[in-house]
Protein backbone atom coordinates (compact mmCIF):
# COMPACT_ATOMS: atom_id res chain seq x y z
CA UNK A 1 0.00 0.00 0.00
CA UNK A 2 1.28 3.56 -0.93
CA UNK A 3 2.65 5.76 1.85
CA UNK A 4 0.99 9.25 2.31
CA UNK A 5 4.01 11.40 2.89
CA UNK A 6 2.70 14.35 3.57
CA UNK A 7 4.01 17.68 4.23
CA UNK A 8 2.01 20.09 6.37
CA UNK A 9 2.28 23.94 6.69
CA UNK A 10 0.07 27.00 6.68
CA UNK A 11 -0.69 27.80 3.21
CA UNK A 12 -2.87 30.81 1.91
CA UNK A 13 -5.53 29.05 1.65
CA UNK A 14 -6.18 28.61 5.32
CA UNK A 15 -8.50 31.84 5.07
CA UNK A 16 -10.54 33.52 8.19
CA UNK A 17 -13.73 34.84 7.66
CA UNK A 18 -17.11 35.26 9.70
CA UNK A 19 -18.73 32.05 9.84
CA UNK A 20 -15.68 30.24 9.21
CA UNK A 21 -13.55 27.77 11.10
CA UNK A 22 -9.88 27.85 10.53
CA UNK A 23 -8.11 24.91 8.75
CA UNK A 24 -4.76 23.40 8.50
CA UNK A 25 -3.87 22.62 4.70
CA UNK A 26 -0.63 20.74 3.76
CA UNK A 27 0.14 19.41 0.68
CA UNK A 28 1.15 15.80 -0.32
CA UNK A 29 4.59 15.84 -1.32
CA UNK A 30 4.94 12.85 -3.81
CA UNK A 31 1.39 13.89 -5.72
CA UNK A 32 1.94 12.99 -9.61
CA UNK A 33 2.35 16.37 -11.25
CA UNK A 34 -0.39 15.65 -13.57
CA UNK A 35 -2.80 16.11 -11.77
CA UNK A 36 -4.05 13.02 -11.35
CA UNK A 37 -3.59 12.44 -7.41
CA UNK A 38 -4.31 14.41 -4.21
CA UNK A 39 -2.43 17.52 -4.24
CA UNK A 40 -3.70 18.43 -0.94
CA UNK A 41 -5.06 17.34 2.58
CA UNK A 42 -7.32 19.50 5.01
CA UNK A 43 -7.34 19.05 8.51
CA UNK A 44 -10.44 20.36 9.22
CA UNK A 45 -10.23 19.31 12.94
CA UNK A 46 -8.78 16.27 14.58
CA UNK A 47 -11.31 13.89 13.34
CA UNK A 48 -12.15 15.36 9.68
CA UNK A 49 -10.01 15.34 7.30
CA UNK A 50 -10.60 15.61 3.37
CA UNK A 51 -8.05 14.98 0.53
CA UNK A 52 -8.60 17.92 -2.12
CA UNK A 53 -7.61 17.83 -5.60
CA UNK A 54 -8.66 21.29 -7.91
CA UNK A 55 -8.36 21.33 -11.35
CA UNK A 56 -9.44 23.76 -14.39
CA UNK A 57 -12.61 21.90 -14.44
CA UNK A 58 -12.78 19.57 -11.75
CA UNK A 59 -13.17 19.18 -7.98
CA UNK A 60 -11.97 15.64 -6.53
CA UNK A 61 -12.26 15.34 -3.19
CA UNK A 62 -12.29 12.36 -0.41
CA UNK A 63 -13.58 13.05 2.84
CA UNK A 64 -12.82 11.04 6.01
CA UNK A 65 -15.11 11.79 9.31
CA UNK A 66 -14.85 9.66 12.94
CA UNK A 67 -18.57 8.85 12.92
CA UNK A 68 -20.65 5.76 11.79
CA UNK A 69 -23.60 8.07 10.45
CA UNK A 70 -24.22 9.86 7.29
CA UNK A 71 -21.63 12.59 6.09
CA UNK A 72 -21.81 15.31 3.76
CA UNK A 73 -19.19 18.18 2.09
CA UNK A 74 -20.87 21.11 0.73
CA UNK A 75 -20.16 24.50 -1.23
CA UNK A 76 -21.41 27.70 0.41
CA UNK A 77 -22.28 30.80 -1.76
CA UNK A 78 -20.33 33.36 0.44
CA UNK A 79 -18.18 33.55 3.48
CA UNK A 80 -21.22 33.16 5.78
CA UNK A 81 -20.98 29.80 5.30
CA UNK A 82 -24.90 28.88 6.24
CA UNK A 83 -26.42 25.60 5.09
CA UNK A 84 -29.29 27.42 3.75
CA UNK A 85 -29.04 28.15 0.05
CA UNK A 86 -25.85 26.07 -0.06
CA UNK A 87 -25.33 22.76 -2.27
CA UNK A 88 -24.27 19.53 -0.85
CA UNK A 89 -22.66 15.94 -1.54
CA UNK A 90 -24.18 13.16 1.09
CA UNK A 91 -22.56 10.10 1.33
CA UNK A 92 -25.23 7.34 3.05
CA UNK A 93 -22.85 4.16 4.18
CA UNK A 94 -25.57 2.12 4.86
CA UNK A 95 -26.86 2.42 1.07
CA UNK A 96 -25.51 1.11 -1.98
CA UNK A 97 -23.23 3.14 -4.23
CA UNK A 98 -25.27 4.54 -6.93
CA UNK A 99 -26.20 7.46 -9.05
CA UNK A 100 -27.37 9.50 -6.16
CA UNK A 101 -24.84 8.11 -3.61
CA UNK A 102 -22.87 10.03 -2.96
CA UNK A 103 -25.78 12.49 -4.64
CA UNK A 104 -25.89 15.86 -5.00
CA UNK A 105 -28.69 18.02 -2.70
CA UNK A 106 -29.65 21.19 -2.53
CA UNK A 107 -30.96 23.04 0.60
CA UNK A 108 -33.37 25.72 1.06
CA UNK A 109 -33.97 25.56 4.77
CA UNK A 110 -32.39 23.99 8.00
CA UNK A 111 -34.53 20.86 8.61
CA UNK A 112 -34.74 17.97 7.06
CA UNK A 113 -37.75 18.52 4.96
CA UNK A 114 -35.90 21.16 2.93
CA UNK A 115 -33.29 19.29 2.17
CA UNK A 116 -33.83 18.22 -1.57
CA UNK A 117 -32.38 15.28 -3.75
CA UNK A 118 -31.14 16.83 -6.90
CA UNK A 119 -33.35 14.74 -10.37
CA UNK A 120 -31.29 12.54 -11.88
CA UNK A 121 -30.10 14.76 -14.48
CA UNK A 122 -28.26 17.07 -12.23
CA UNK A 123 -26.29 13.85 -10.60
CA UNK A 124 -22.84 14.39 -12.83
CA UNK A 125 -21.06 13.16 -9.78
CA UNK A 126 -18.13 10.72 -11.21
CA UNK A 127 -16.13 7.95 -9.19
CA UNK A 128 -18.40 8.28 -6.10
CA UNK A 129 -17.67 6.08 -3.28
CA UNK A 130 -18.86 6.03 0.27
CA UNK A 131 -17.50 3.41 2.98
CA UNK A 132 -16.60 2.85 6.32
CA UNK A 133 -13.89 1.15 8.34
CA UNK A 134 -12.51 1.35 11.81
CA UNK A 135 -15.11 3.58 13.22
CA UNK A 136 -14.46 6.59 10.24
CA UNK A 137 -17.40 7.05 7.15
CA UNK A 138 -15.30 7.79 4.12
CA UNK A 139 -16.89 9.37 0.86
CA UNK A 140 -15.17 10.35 -2.28
CA UNK A 141 -15.95 11.72 -5.90
CA UNK A 142 -15.08 14.17 -8.72
CA UNK A 143 -17.66 16.42 -9.69
CA UNK A 144 -17.26 19.75 -12.63
CA UNK A 145 -16.78 22.90 -11.28
CA UNK A 146 -19.53 24.96 -13.09
CA UNK A 147 -22.88 22.85 -13.56
CA UNK A 148 -26.33 24.86 -14.06
CA UNK A 149 -28.03 25.94 -11.02
CA UNK A 150 -25.48 25.41 -8.64
CA UNK A 151 -23.17 26.94 -7.12
CA UNK A 152 -19.83 27.47 -9.13
CA UNK A 153 -16.47 26.37 -8.05
CA UNK A 154 -13.88 29.04 -8.52
CA UNK A 155 -10.28 28.68 -9.45
CA UNK A 156 -9.05 32.00 -8.93
CA UNK A 157 -10.76 33.04 -5.76
CA UNK A 158 -12.09 31.58 -2.60
CA UNK A 159 -14.23 28.70 -2.01
CA UNK A 160 -16.46 28.05 0.74
CA UNK A 161 -17.22 24.58 2.07
CA UNK A 162 -19.42 22.78 4.15
CA UNK A 163 -19.31 19.75 6.16
CA UNK A 164 -21.56 17.51 8.64
CA UNK A 165 -22.64 13.99 9.98
CA UNK A 166 -25.72 13.09 11.18
CA UNK A 167 -26.96 10.92 14.40
CA UNK A 168 -27.54 8.07 12.45
CA UNK A 169 -26.15 6.31 9.33
CA UNK A 170 -29.80 7.49 7.73
CA UNK A 171 -30.55 10.77 6.43
CA UNK A 172 -31.59 13.37 9.14
CA UNK A 173 -30.82 15.56 11.55
CA UNK A 174 -27.18 16.44 11.98
CA UNK A 175 -25.43 17.09 15.38
CA UNK A 176 -26.46 21.04 16.42
CA UNK A 177 -23.53 21.03 18.88
CA UNK A 178 -20.42 19.85 16.62
CA UNK A 179 -21.49 18.25 13.60
CA UNK A 180 -21.55 20.71 11.13
CA UNK A 181 -19.17 24.11 10.01
CA UNK A 182 -17.42 25.69 7.01
CA UNK A 183 -14.05 26.66 6.05
CA UNK A 184 -12.46 28.37 3.25
CA UNK A 185 -10.08 27.20 0.62
CA UNK A 186 -8.10 30.04 -1.74
CA UNK A 187 -8.30 28.40 -5.17
CA UNK A 188 -5.42 29.81 -6.55
CA UNK A 189 -2.92 28.73 -3.66
CA UNK A 190 -4.42 24.73 -4.18
CA UNK A 191 -4.95 24.87 -8.17
CA UNK A 192 -3.46 21.63 -9.92
CA UNK A 193 -1.62 22.78 -13.18
CA UNK A 194 -0.19 19.52 -14.91
CA UNK A 195 3.68 20.44 -15.26
CA UNK A 196 4.68 20.59 -18.81
CA UNK A 197 6.21 17.02 -20.00
CA UNK A 198 4.06 14.96 -17.51
CA UNK A 199 2.74 11.63 -17.64
CA UNK A 200 -0.91 11.86 -18.19
CA UNK A 201 -1.73 8.07 -18.30
CA UNK A 202 -4.91 6.75 -17.50
CA UNK A 203 -5.02 5.31 -13.43
CA UNK A 204 -8.56 4.79 -13.82
CA UNK A 205 -10.60 2.84 -11.05
CA UNK A 206 -6.94 2.15 -9.07
CA UNK A 207 -8.55 3.26 -6.14
CA UNK A 208 -11.60 0.87 -6.45
CA UNK A 209 -10.45 -1.91 -7.81
CA UNK A 210 -10.59 -5.05 -5.57
CA UNK A 211 -7.43 -7.72 -7.91
CA UNK A 212 -8.98 -11.80 -7.20
CA UNK A 213 -6.34 -12.24 -4.71
CA UNK A 214 -7.16 -9.63 -2.52
CA UNK A 215 -10.00 -9.22 0.34
CA UNK A 216 -12.38 -6.65 0.70
CA UNK A 217 -10.52 -5.01 4.23
CA UNK A 218 -7.29 -5.12 2.01
CA UNK A 219 -9.33 -2.94 -0.21
CA UNK A 220 -10.57 -0.67 2.08
CA UNK A 221 -6.86 -0.13 3.53
CA UNK A 222 -6.53 0.78 -0.41
CA UNK A 223 -9.40 2.77 -0.51
CA UNK A 224 -7.97 4.77 2.46
CA UNK A 225 -4.30 4.96 1.58
CA UNK A 226 -4.40 5.65 -2.01
CA UNK A 227 -4.45 9.10 -3.32
CA UNK A 228 -4.86 8.53 -7.08
CA UNK A 229 -7.72 10.14 -8.26
CA UNK A 230 -10.02 7.76 -10.83
CA UNK A 231 -10.16 9.15 -14.30
CA UNK A 232 -13.87 9.75 -16.17
CA UNK A 233 -13.64 9.04 -19.70
CA UNK A 234 -17.72 9.68 -20.24
CA UNK A 235 -18.62 12.03 -22.99
CA UNK A 236 -21.50 13.92 -22.76
CA UNK A 237 -24.52 13.09 -24.91
CA UNK A 238 -27.61 15.25 -24.78
CA UNK A 239 -30.93 13.42 -23.40
CA UNK A 240 -34.24 14.83 -21.93
CA UNK A 241 -32.74 14.99 -18.60
CA UNK A 242 -30.60 18.10 -19.68
CA UNK A 243 -31.62 21.92 -20.52
CA UNK A 244 -32.82 21.72 -24.65
CA UNK A 245 -34.03 25.13 -24.78
CA UNK A 246 -31.50 28.77 -24.42
CA UNK A 247 -32.48 31.99 -25.09
CA UNK A 248 -32.11 35.67 -24.07
CA UNK A 249 -35.62 36.98 -22.84
CA UNK A 250 -33.67 40.50 -22.71
CA UNK A 251 -30.60 42.57 -21.89
CA UNK A 252 -29.28 40.85 -18.49
CA UNK A 253 -31.60 38.14 -18.26
CA UNK A 254 -31.96 34.10 -19.79
CA UNK A 255 -33.82 31.33 -19.67
CA UNK A 256 -32.93 27.43 -20.30
CA UNK A 257 -35.52 24.86 -20.16
CA UNK A 258 -36.61 21.84 -21.23
CA UNK A 259 -40.41 19.88 -21.69
CA UNK A 260 -41.51 16.88 -20.50
CA UNK A 261 -45.23 14.85 -21.42
CA UNK A 262 -46.06 16.12 -17.80
CA UNK A 263 -43.83 19.29 -16.84
CA UNK A 264 -41.26 21.88 -17.78
CA UNK A 265 -38.04 22.11 -15.89
CA UNK A 266 -36.60 25.85 -16.03
CA UNK A 267 -33.53 27.97 -15.04
CA UNK A 268 -34.09 31.58 -14.45
CA UNK A 269 -30.76 33.86 -14.56
CA UNK A 270 -29.98 37.24 -14.06
CA UNK A 271 -27.14 39.64 -14.14
CA UNK A 272 -27.29 41.13 -10.82
CA UNK A 273 -28.67 40.33 -7.18
CA UNK A 274 -32.43 40.82 -6.79
CA UNK A 275 -35.55 38.68 -6.64
CA UNK A 276 -36.77 36.96 -9.80
CA UNK A 277 -40.08 35.89 -11.40
CA UNK A 278 -41.34 33.83 -14.09
CA UNK A 279 -45.05 33.07 -14.95
CA UNK A 280 -48.22 32.61 -16.78
CA UNK A 281 -50.26 35.14 -18.16
CA UNK A 282 -53.42 35.17 -20.62
CA UNK A 283 -53.03 38.28 -21.35
CA UNK A 284 -49.72 39.02 -20.87
CA UNK A 285 -49.83 41.48 -18.04
CA UNK A 286 -49.48 41.05 -14.43
CA UNK A 287 -53.13 40.98 -13.25
CA UNK A 288 -54.71 37.66 -13.29
CA UNK A 289 -51.43 36.09 -13.72
CA UNK A 290 -49.33 33.71 -12.09
CA UNK A 291 -46.05 33.48 -11.03
CA UNK A 292 -43.12 31.30 -9.75
CA UNK A 293 -41.23 33.82 -7.75
CA UNK A 294 -37.66 33.27 -6.15
CA UNK A 295 -36.83 34.97 -2.55
CA UNK A 296 -32.84 34.81 -2.36
CA UNK A 297 -32.60 36.39 0.78
CA UNK A 298 -34.83 33.47 2.18
CA UNK A 299 -33.82 31.21 0.08
CA UNK A 300 -37.76 29.94 -1.17
CA UNK A 301 -38.99 29.32 -4.40
CA UNK A 302 -43.08 29.50 -4.59
CA UNK A 303 -45.72 30.04 -6.71
CA UNK A 304 -48.08 33.18 -6.37
CA UNK A 305 -51.37 34.37 -7.51
CA UNK A 306 -50.77 38.10 -8.75
CA UNK A 307 -54.12 39.60 -8.21
CA UNK A 308 -52.97 43.39 -8.87
CA UNK A 309 -50.04 45.33 -8.76
CA UNK A 310 -49.65 46.57 -5.45
CA UNK A 311 -47.49 43.82 -2.91
CA UNK A 312 -50.85 42.96 -1.21
CA UNK A 313 -52.03 41.56 -4.48
CA UNK A 314 -49.13 38.98 -4.76
CA UNK A 315 -50.34 36.14 -2.78
CA UNK A 316 -48.56 32.66 -1.98
CA UNK A 317 -50.92 29.83 -3.03
CA UNK A 318 -52.05 27.32 -0.98
CA UNK A 319 -51.08 24.54 -2.53
CA UNK A 320 -47.15 24.56 -3.69
CA UNK A 321 -46.19 22.05 -5.97
CA UNK A 322 -43.02 22.99 -7.16
CA UNK A 323 -40.02 20.64 -6.98
CA UNK A 324 -36.13 20.81 -7.87
CA UNK A 325 -35.82 24.70 -6.38
CA UNK A 326 -33.58 26.31 -6.05
CA UNK A 327 -32.19 30.24 -5.98
CA UNK A 328 -28.27 31.43 -5.39
CA UNK A 329 -26.43 34.34 -6.05
CA UNK A 330 -22.94 33.94 -6.94
CA UNK A 331 -20.60 36.38 -8.35
CA UNK A 332 -23.67 39.44 -8.80
CA UNK A 333 -25.86 36.46 -10.57
CA UNK A 334 -28.95 35.40 -9.74
CA UNK A 335 -29.66 32.19 -10.61
CA UNK A 336 -33.31 30.42 -10.12
CA UNK A 337 -34.14 26.53 -11.07
CA UNK A 338 -37.56 25.15 -10.31
CA UNK A 339 -39.60 22.01 -12.13
CA UNK A 340 -43.19 22.89 -12.85
CA UNK A 341 -46.24 20.92 -14.07
CA UNK A 342 -48.06 21.76 -17.47
CA UNK A 343 -51.54 21.44 -15.87
CA UNK A 344 -52.54 21.40 -12.37
CA UNK A 345 -55.96 21.91 -11.55
CA UNK A 346 -57.11 25.19 -10.22
CA UNK A 347 -53.77 26.94 -12.05
CA UNK A 348 -53.08 27.89 -15.76
CA UNK A 349 -52.00 25.73 -17.67
CA UNK A 350 -49.36 25.75 -20.79
CA UNK A 351 -49.81 24.09 -24.14
CA UNK A 352 -47.36 21.52 -25.16
CA UNK A 353 -48.87 20.71 -28.37
CA UNK A 354 -46.73 22.37 -30.51
CA UNK A 355 -48.90 24.85 -32.28
CA UNK A 356 -50.64 27.13 -29.07
CA UNK A 357 -48.74 29.47 -28.00
CA UNK A 358 -48.12 29.98 -23.82
CA UNK A 359 -47.82 33.64 -22.41
CA UNK A 360 -44.92 34.31 -20.13
CA UNK A 361 -43.87 37.29 -17.98
CA UNK A 362 -40.91 37.91 -16.14
CA UNK A 363 -39.78 40.40 -13.79
CA UNK A 364 -36.59 41.30 -11.50
CA UNK A 365 -36.65 43.81 -8.64
CA UNK A 366 -34.42 46.48 -7.56
CA UNK A 367 -33.09 44.20 -4.30
CA UNK A 368 -33.47 40.63 -2.95
CA UNK A 369 -36.79 42.04 -1.06
CA UNK A 370 -39.87 41.49 -3.10
CA UNK A 371 -41.21 44.78 -3.66
CA UNK A 372 -42.40 46.33 -7.13
CA UNK A 373 -39.70 45.09 -10.05
CA UNK A 374 -37.40 46.89 -11.73
CA UNK A 375 -37.87 45.58 -14.95
CA UNK A 376 -40.82 43.49 -16.30
CA UNK A 377 -42.38 42.52 -19.63
CA UNK A 378 -44.12 39.23 -21.51
CA UNK A 379 -43.16 36.91 -24.59
CA UNK A 380 -44.82 33.97 -25.97
CA UNK A 381 -43.30 29.98 -26.67
CA UNK A 382 -44.59 27.61 -28.77
CA UNK A 383 -43.87 24.22 -26.51
CA UNK A 384 -43.92 20.51 -27.04
CA UNK A 385 -42.01 17.71 -25.43
CA UNK A 386 -38.33 17.16 -25.81
CA UNK A 387 -37.05 14.44 -28.25
CA UNK A 388 -33.60 13.53 -27.36
CA UNK A 389 -32.79 13.69 -31.67
CA UNK A 390 -33.50 17.38 -31.75
CA UNK A 391 -30.47 17.86 -29.76
CA UNK A 392 -30.08 21.07 -27.90
CA UNK A 393 -31.63 24.21 -29.66
CA UNK A 394 -29.18 26.86 -29.35
CA UNK A 395 -29.87 30.23 -27.69
CA UNK A 396 -32.07 32.35 -29.24
CA UNK A 397 -33.33 36.06 -28.43
CA UNK A 398 -36.97 36.50 -27.53
CA UNK A 399 -36.70 39.98 -26.80
CA UNK A 400 -34.08 42.02 -26.85
CA UNK A 401 -34.56 45.52 -25.13
CA UNK A 402 -33.53 48.90 -27.27
CA UNK A 403 -32.99 50.93 -23.81
CA UNK A 404 -30.82 50.46 -20.92
CA UNK A 405 -32.38 50.29 -17.41
CA UNK A 406 -30.79 53.58 -16.82
CA UNK A 407 -32.35 54.70 -20.30
CA UNK A 408 -35.52 53.35 -19.41
CA UNK A 409 -35.36 55.06 -15.81
CA UNK A 410 -34.53 58.54 -17.91
CA UNK A 411 -37.41 58.27 -20.36
CA UNK A 412 -40.34 57.34 -17.55
CA UNK A 413 -38.85 60.37 -15.67
CA UNK A 414 -38.75 62.84 -18.32
CA UNK A 415 -42.48 61.45 -18.80
CA UNK A 416 -43.49 62.41 -14.83
CA UNK A 417 -42.14 65.47 -15.25
CA UNK A 418 -43.66 66.53 -18.67
CA UNK A 419 -46.82 65.58 -17.01
CA UNK A 420 -46.26 67.26 -13.69
CA UNK A 421 -45.32 70.54 -15.00
CA UNK A 422 -48.50 70.31 -17.51
CA UNK A 423 -51.69 69.28 -15.13
CA UNK A 424 -49.95 70.39 -12.18
CA UNK A 425 -48.78 73.66 -13.15
CA UNK A 426 -50.16 75.07 -16.40
CA UNK A 427 -53.34 73.70 -16.36
CA UNK A 428 -54.17 75.53 -13.25
CA UNK A 429 -52.64 78.75 -14.36
CA UNK A 430 -54.55 78.65 -17.56
CA UNK A 431 -57.60 78.21 -15.48
CA UNK A 432 -57.26 80.41 -12.43
CA UNK A 433 -55.70 83.65 -15.17
CA UNK A 434 -59.36 83.40 -16.47
CA UNK A 435 -61.08 83.72 -12.97
CA UNK A 436 -58.84 86.26 -12.07
CA UNK A 437 -59.01 88.32 -15.70
CA UNK A 438 -60.17 91.79 -13.43
CA UNK A 439 -56.98 91.50 -11.69
CA UNK A 440 -55.04 91.44 -14.98
CA UNK A 441 -53.70 93.80 -17.23
CA UNK A 442 -56.22 94.32 -20.26
CA UNK A 443 -55.87 90.54 -22.80
CA UNK A 444 -53.37 89.42 -20.72
CA UNK A 445 -55.55 86.61 -19.17
CA UNK A 446 -56.00 85.74 -22.59
CA UNK A 447 -52.32 85.66 -23.68
CA UNK A 448 -51.67 83.49 -20.48
CA UNK A 449 -54.86 81.03 -21.06
CA UNK A 450 -54.10 80.75 -24.67
CA UNK A 451 -50.48 79.92 -24.42
CA UNK A 452 -50.63 78.04 -21.59
CA UNK A 453 -52.83 75.44 -23.00
CA UNK A 454 -50.87 75.34 -26.22
CA UNK A 455 -47.78 74.06 -23.86
CA UNK A 456 -50.02 71.30 -22.12
CA UNK A 457 -51.29 70.36 -25.49
CA UNK A 458 -47.66 69.69 -26.73
CA UNK A 459 -46.15 68.59 -23.46
CA UNK A 460 -49.13 65.57 -22.87
CA UNK A 461 -48.62 64.60 -26.15
CA UNK A 462 -44.83 64.32 -25.41
CA UNK A 463 -45.48 62.48 -22.73
CA UNK A 464 -47.63 60.28 -24.39
CA UNK A 465 -45.28 59.15 -27.47
CA UNK A 466 -43.07 58.37 -24.32
CA UNK A 467 -45.12 55.68 -22.33
CA UNK A 468 -46.06 54.40 -26.02
CA UNK A 469 -42.28 54.02 -27.09
CA UNK A 470 -41.28 52.74 -23.75
CA UNK A 471 -44.16 49.85 -23.80
CA UNK A 472 -43.46 48.53 -26.98
CA UNK A 473 -39.99 48.12 -25.92
CA UNK A 474 -41.22 46.01 -22.26
CA UNK A 475 -43.59 44.20 -25.34
CA UNK A 476 -46.46 44.87 -22.81
CA UNK A 477 -50.10 45.87 -24.47
CA UNK A 478 -51.17 49.36 -24.84
CA UNK A 479 -54.26 50.41 -22.70
CA UNK A 480 -55.10 46.91 -20.87
CA UNK A 481 -56.77 47.10 -17.88
CA UNK A 482 -54.27 49.57 -15.75
CA UNK A 483 -56.41 52.53 -14.40
CA UNK A 484 -53.40 55.11 -14.87
CA UNK A 485 -53.35 53.79 -18.73
CA UNK A 486 -56.94 54.04 -19.47
CA UNK A 487 -57.32 57.82 -17.94
CA UNK A 488 -54.01 58.62 -19.56
CA UNK A 489 -55.77 57.81 -23.03
CA UNK A 490 -58.70 59.34 -22.33
CA UNK A 491 -57.17 62.94 -21.15
CA UNK A 492 -54.96 62.51 -24.67
CA UNK A 493 -57.90 62.40 -26.88
CA UNK A 494 -60.22 65.32 -24.73
CA UNK A 495 -57.38 67.65 -24.65
CA UNK A 496 -57.20 67.47 -28.09
CA UNK A 497 -60.94 67.93 -28.54
CA UNK A 498 -60.69 70.86 -25.96
CA UNK A 499 -57.77 72.72 -28.02
CA UNK A 500 -59.40 72.23 -31.37
CA UNK A 501 -62.88 73.57 -29.85
CA UNK A 502 -61.20 76.76 -28.16
CA UNK A 503 -59.55 77.53 -32.00
CA UNK A 504 -62.80 77.07 -33.62
CA UNK A 505 -64.83 78.06 -30.90
CA UNK A 506 -68.03 80.64 -31.98
CA UNK A 507 -67.50 84.25 -32.25
CA UNK A 508 -69.06 86.66 -30.07
CA UNK A 509 -72.55 88.36 -30.71
CA UNK A 510 -72.20 91.90 -32.12
CA UNK A 511 -74.51 93.32 -29.44
CA UNK A 512 -77.19 92.06 -26.51
CA UNK A 513 -80.35 90.65 -26.85
CA UNK A 514 -82.63 92.86 -29.17
CA UNK A 515 -86.48 93.62 -28.57
CA UNK A 516 -89.08 94.46 -31.07
CA UNK A 517 -90.75 97.64 -30.18
CA UNK A 518 -94.36 98.42 -29.57
CA UNK A 519 -93.76 100.77 -32.77
CA UNK A 520 -91.95 98.56 -35.03
CA UNK A 521 -94.96 95.99 -34.53
CA UNK A 522 -97.31 98.88 -35.52
CA UNK A 523 -95.52 99.37 -38.46
CA UNK A 524 -95.49 95.85 -39.37
CA UNK A 525 -99.21 95.91 -39.04
CA UNK A 526 -99.67 99.00 -41.45
CA UNK A 527 -98.58 97.05 -44.42
CA UNK A 528 -96.40 99.12 -46.20
CA UNK A 529 -94.15 97.85 -48.81
CA UNK A 530 -91.29 99.81 -47.34
CA UNK A 531 -91.50 99.44 -43.57
CA UNK A 532 -91.91 95.08 -44.32
CA UNK A 533 -88.57 95.20 -45.91
CA UNK A 534 -86.93 97.23 -43.02
CA UNK A 535 -89.06 95.28 -40.27
CA UNK A 536 -87.64 91.89 -42.06
CA UNK A 537 -83.92 92.79 -42.56
CA UNK A 538 -84.24 94.09 -38.04
CA UNK A 539 -85.82 90.15 -37.52
CA UNK A 540 -83.00 88.81 -39.41
CA UNK A 541 -80.42 90.35 -37.48
CA UNK A 542 -82.24 89.92 -34.36
CA UNK A 543 -82.48 86.67 -35.56
CA UNK A 544 -79.24 85.91 -36.05
CA UNK A 545 -77.31 87.49 -33.09
CA UNK A 546 -79.85 85.29 -31.44
CA UNK A 547 -78.37 82.49 -32.67
CA UNK A 548 -75.13 83.65 -31.68
CA UNK A 549 -75.75 84.10 -28.13
CA UNK A 550 -77.45 80.89 -27.83
CA UNK A 551 -74.83 79.15 -29.21
CA UNK A 552 -71.51 80.86 -27.69
CA UNK A 553 -73.44 80.07 -24.48
CA UNK A 554 -73.27 76.57 -24.93
CA UNK A 555 -69.86 76.70 -25.73
CA UNK A 556 -68.80 78.37 -22.86
CA UNK A 557 -70.43 76.82 -20.82
CA UNK A 558 -69.49 73.38 -21.83
CA UNK A 559 -65.53 74.67 -22.31
CA UNK A 560 -65.64 75.50 -19.08
CA UNK A 561 -67.11 72.20 -18.00
CA UNK A 562 -64.70 69.77 -19.93
CA UNK A 563 -61.60 72.28 -19.01
CA UNK A 564 -62.56 71.54 -15.25
CA UNK A 565 -62.92 67.67 -15.94
CA UNK A 566 -59.56 67.78 -17.38
CA UNK A 567 -58.46 69.34 -14.74
CA UNK A 568 -59.51 67.05 -12.08
CA UNK A 569 -58.99 63.58 -14.07
CA UNK A 570 -54.90 65.96 -14.82
CA UNK A 571 -54.47 65.82 -10.91
CA UNK A 572 -55.52 62.39 -10.44
CA UNK A 573 -53.42 61.41 -13.47
CA UNK A 574 -50.15 62.72 -11.75
CA UNK A 575 -51.06 61.80 -8.68
CA UNK A 576 -51.37 58.23 -9.54
CA UNK A 577 -48.00 58.68 -11.59
CA UNK A 578 -45.70 59.77 -8.97
CA UNK A 579 -47.25 56.81 -6.88
CA UNK A 580 -46.31 54.62 -9.74
CA UNK A 581 -43.11 56.04 -10.02
CA UNK A 582 -41.73 55.86 -6.58
CA UNK A 583 -42.69 52.29 -6.66
CA UNK A 584 -41.17 51.18 -10.10
CA UNK A 585 -38.29 52.62 -9.03
CA UNK A 586 -38.15 52.77 -5.40
CA UNK A 587 -37.79 56.00 -4.81
CA UNK A 588 -39.49 58.50 -1.97
CA UNK A 589 -43.18 58.92 -2.80
CA UNK A 590 -44.04 62.74 -3.72
CA UNK A 591 -47.75 62.48 -3.18
CA UNK A 592 -48.71 64.17 -0.25
CA UNK A 593 -46.50 67.22 -1.14
CA UNK A 594 -48.13 67.05 -4.57
CA UNK A 595 -51.65 67.72 -3.10
CA UNK A 596 -49.88 70.09 -0.52
CA UNK A 597 -48.69 71.85 -2.95
CA UNK A 598 -52.17 72.18 -4.99
CA UNK A 599 -54.16 72.66 -1.74
CA UNK A 600 -51.92 75.66 -1.53
CA UNK A 601 -52.34 76.75 -5.12
CA UNK A 602 -56.11 76.39 -5.09
CA UNK A 603 -56.28 78.05 -1.60
CA UNK A 604 -53.98 81.43 -3.54
CA UNK A 605 -56.36 81.67 -6.60
CA UNK A 606 -59.74 81.41 -4.15
CA UNK A 607 -58.40 84.19 -1.80
CA UNK A 608 -57.53 86.62 -4.61
CA UNK A 609 -60.92 85.94 -6.25
CA UNK A 610 -63.03 86.55 -3.22
CA UNK A 611 -60.70 89.33 -2.38
CA UNK A 612 -61.78 90.85 -5.76
CA UNK A 613 -65.09 90.52 -5.71
CA UNK A 614 -65.83 91.77 -2.57
CA UNK A 615 -63.37 94.61 -4.02
CA UNK A 616 -66.00 95.24 -6.58
CA UNK A 617 -68.89 95.05 -5.11
CA UNK A 618 -68.36 97.67 -2.56
CA UNK A 619 -66.55 100.42 -5.15
CA UNK A 620 -68.67 99.23 -7.99
Known amino acids: MKLLLTFFSLLPAAVFAKGLSSVNIGTIADAATDCTEFTHIIQVRDDISMLYLLTETKLSVRLEIATDNWIAVGIAPNSDGAMVGSDAIIGLPLESVSSTNPGKYYMIGETESNVFLRES ?93 QTEDEDEDDRKENTTVPTDNSTSVFTCDDYQHKLQIANGIRMSYVVSETAMKVLLQYDGEAWLSLGLSPSGSMIGGEAVIGLPDESLVGEYNLNSEAKSGVVLMGTQTLTDVS ?57 KPCTENAGLIEETSIQSSKFSDDKVMAMWTAHAFLGLIAWGFLVPTAISASRLRDLLPAGMWYTIHFYSN ?167
Request: with cysteine; charged share 20%.
Open 327 to 383: IVQESGTTTMTFTKQVSESNKLTMAIDGTTPTTFIWAYGFSNELAFHKHDGSFQLTL
Open 121 to 213: SSQTITNGDVWQQNGSTYMAFTKALDEVGEIPITTSGVNYFLWAYGLSPELGVHNTKDGMGAFAVDAASTLCIPSEGSATTNQANTATTIPDD
Open 454 to 620: VLVLVLTLIAFVLAMVLYDNEGKAHFSDETHEMVGLVIMVVVIVQALSGIFRPPKPHGKKQEISENEESSVADGSDDDKMETTKEQKDKEQSENKFNTRVVWEYSHKFVGVSLLAMGLWQVSSGIELYAHEFDTTDYTLWFWVYIGSFAAIVTILFIWNKTRTAVHG
